[in-house]
């Protein structure tokens, strides 16, 4: 099985509320987002389909078929336009992420059935901005709706291990076993996955799981030294693969609600490590 992922996106606004709450109960679940004159983003959409290779042609798909699709499903309906409640697309519910990623799943997953046949629809992720993105997808046969957030901290490591010796420890480091460290800018994505609520389009309460990573993490590690301030690396070394399985550990046991599917850190722009827990 090849997977082919083809890009598009649209510019629209919109604005949470449901017309059943006052202003007050509106904002306090949405946030900035219940604002009465609503805002926008530019969406970025992730159109995933896999399929066998043709023994002729080379291909899976002809991405030139498959451009129309797209265009039809969902730059045309959504483009310019005001997304919310009155918007025939969205049939009535609140356009947050997760409503988006399932409703253009429906589209295309049936568009591409009647002009693609040979072709199936694997993913489609929508992203609002570059912090906050929802996947529709389906595992075991069922829709399943991942919701990813993004943070960054600044902090400073020493890659030493207790275990070995300190010419060990040079051979094996190199200048990241300098006694005085050294830093990156960290940027990590926590992924969640669980049930779409149907009254309010949300698969988590975002101002919650922000405050539970801001406490777990950033208020932890941000402008600090981890060998020195941290107390979980004083033995362990915090290499990248320890840091995001610490950080899973940390949010595992405060996260309630939607379950922890994936924590990604990002050391460098080339270096990228993902812990999907023990069970992976």
């Avoid at 992922?5 to 606004?13: D, E, L």
């Avoid at 202003?23 to 896999?50: F, I, K, P």
């Avoid at 960054?152 to 275990?163: D, G, I, K, T, W």
Wanted: aromatic share 8%; glycine share 6%; with cysteine.
């Amino acid at each position: 099985m090849v997977f082919i992922t083809r890009r598009t996106g649209f510019s629209a606004g919109h604005r949470y509320y449901l017309p059943g709450l006052s202003d007050h109960e509106n904002s306090r679940l949405y946030g900035a987002c219940a604002r009465t004159n609503g805002h926008g983003h530019d969406y970025t959409v992730d159109v995933t389909v896999r399929g066998k290779t043709d023994a002729r042609t080379g291909l899976v798909v002809n991405v030139t078929d498959l451009k129309p699709i797209l265009h039809d499903e969902v730059v045309e309906p959504l483009d310019r336009e005001f997304l919310t409640i009155v918007h025939p697309v969205c049939r009535g519910r609140v356009p947050t992420c997760e409503n988006l990623s399932i409703l253009l799943w429906n589209a295309l997953e049936e568009a591409l059935a009647q002009r693609l046949p040979h072709a199936a629809l694997h993913r489609v992720r929508v992203a609002e901005n570059a912090t906050l993105s929802a996947e529709c997808c389906k595992g075991d046969g069922l829709l399943m709706v991942l919701l990813t957030r993004s943070y960054e901290f600044s902090a400073a490591h020493r890659l030493h291990s207790v275990y070995l010796s300190d010419v060990e420890n040079q051979e094996l480091f190199g200048k990241c076993n300098n006694p005085y460290g050294h830093g990156h800018n960290y940027r990590f994505e926590v992924t969640l996955q669980g049930d779409v609520d149907a009254r309010t389009g949300l698969l988590v309460d975002l101002a919650q799981l922000d405050q539970i990573i801001q406490e777990e993490v950033i208020d932890r590690y941000d402008h600090r030294n981890l060998n020195a301030e941290a107390p979980e690396y004083r033995e362990l070394n915090p290499t990248s693969e320890n840091v995001v399985k610490v950080i899973w550990r940390r949010l595992e046991r405060r996260l309630l609600g939607p379950a922890l599917y994936k924590v990604c850190l990002r050391e460098t722009d080339r270096n990228v490590f993902a812990y999907y827990g023990d069970g992976e």
